[in-house]
């Protein structure tokens, strides 16, 4: 795994408000050396001064764990609604080197904004984002905006994340990523003949496609994709990183906009 550059220096004003997402990885496994990102010492020192739960600090997301995370999951599933958290007053902004080369993405390779998402297919609030916000963020921007797609199938909780992804994948493998990865956030259900039906809308070579899937083509490169973010210290779905500065949860347009104005603007160090 790529190691993380160092901390920037804290500035004193929070950009937003955050939102605790519920979606999140149930017993995450985080590595004991000096290659992982949040080191368990480290995490509860945080914790200590930041309390639980700052969904979005721009650029330092602390993610929650253990009973911690369970407890905002059963206090935000059981109002319904998600739980605003307190933003402290001096919160830091630190980039994290995310790799995007081999990826399917979408947008000018030179844009001066990249957006690495980890997302599930069958998550609700993945869905929710990309109804709510993902169009009209790359409206906002025209051309100024790489999207990148990579895969984080919380499948404790969504037994059909996993066979999703590959799907997807399958699909990528002919060029209709992005098509593909559009219905599948459309769908209401997900499932082998739900993916062959939308192989089929897409005009894909079936037999190849099936093959793909029955072979489980792309397995270990989604399995890579789901270590990579859960050792960086990722706890829940989706998680962005917007030039490499973390924002956690679906969260609406103004949240993105506040980050990328002041990236573009050059006013996050």
């Not at 929070?14 to 590595?31: A, N």
């Not at 253990?66 to 739980?83: K, Y």
């Not at 079936?206 to 990722?234: R, W, Y």
Request: proline share 7%; aromatic share 10%.
């Amino acid at each position: 795994m790529p190691s993380m550059p160092a901390r920037k220096k804290n500035l004193t004003e929070p950009i937003v408000e955050p939102v605790i997402e519920p979606e999140y990885i149930e017993e995450p496994v985080i590595q004991q050396d000096d290659t992982v990102t949040f080191k368990r010492s480290h995490l509860y020192a945080a914790l200590t001064v930041l309390a639980f739960a700052v969904g979005i600090l721009v650029g330092y997301v602390v993610w929650g764990t253990g009973d911690l995370a369970q407890t905002a999951q059963t206090t935000s599933q059981s109002s319904g609604q998600l739980i605003d958290a307190p933003v402290t007053a001096q919160p830091q902004y630190t980039r994290y080197d995310i790799p995007t080369e081999g990826f399917h993405s979408l947008g000018p390779t030179d844009a001066p904004i990249t957006i690495v998402e980890f997302s599930d297919f069958q998550c609700p609030y993945c869905r929710r984002w990309h109804d709510e916000t993902y169009e009209p963020l790359l409206a906002a921007y025209p051309g100024k905006i790489r999207m990148v797609y990579r895969h984080l199938p919380l499948v404790s909780i969504h037994p059909d994340a996993f066979s999703a992804a590959e799907a997807a994948m399958c699909a990528g493998d002919q060029n209709v990523f992005w098509q593909y990865h559009d219905k599948l956030f459309s769908s209401d259900s997900l499932g082998n003949a739900v993916y062959e039906q939308y192989a089929r809308e897409l005009s894909l070579d079936i037999p190849t496609f099936v093959d793909c899937i029955t072979e489980h083509k792309f397995q270990d490169a989604i399995q890579a994709d789901s270590d990579f973010a859960v050792n960086l210290g990722v706890r829940s779905t989706p998680t962005f990183f917007v030039n490499g500065l973390a924002i956690v949860g679906a969260q609406p347009l103004d949240v993105f906009k506040q980050v990328i104005d002041k990236e573009l603007a050059g006013e996050i160090p």
